[in-house]
């Protein structure tokens, strides 16, 4: 697996999502739903998992093509999705206050933020159509068979 491959793939993807499809997903109307079942969040997550599965076939076009490739990839963008959540709210924080002790206070938030059920479903979105891509494009093994037994 190239994973300097991998992790620029991830990376565009990560940005894509979080850029691109966030901004179309602000068209739809919310119909006043709040939470995770709005029609906001379904149509986010649909996009999401499109992008990823597109990023994974460009990805597979180099890559080994088999279910582990797939999962190794949706690991590596759900890894490069929080380590870039992590370094934008760190330097976010610091580019806001100037302060290093600033940094230090919210670093303890980190993990309230990732035990919520948003993880879960980035995780999802990350891993399973990267699974499924990984898996399709897998060559298939002809029947062991020899023809003509039962």
Not at 1 to 21: H, K, P
Request: net charge positive.
């Amino acid at each position: 697996m190239n994973i300097e491959r991998a992790i620029l793939v991830a990376f565009l993807g990560n940005y894509l999502i979080n850029t691109v499809i966030a901004a179309l997903v602000a068209l739809v109307p919310s119909g006043g739903a709040t939470g995770m079942l709005s029609p906001q969040y379904i149509t986010f997550v649909v996009l999401a998992v499109i992008m990823v599965a597109l990023l994974t076939w460009w990805y597979m076009r180099a890559a080994p093509r088999t279910l582990k490739g797939g999962i190794l990839f949706g690991v590596t963008g759900f890894v490069v999705a929080i380590v870039a959540a992590f370094v934008t709210g760190v330097s976010g924080v610091l580019a806001q206050t100037g302060s290093f002790s600033s940094v230090a206070g919210v670093i303890p938030n980190f993990w309230p933020f990732l035990a919520n059920w948003s993880t879960l479903v980035l995780v999802c979105y990350w891993v399973l159509p990267a699974a499924i891509i990984g898996w399709w494009k897998a060559p298939k093994m002809a029947s062991a068979r020899p023809m003509g037994s039962m």
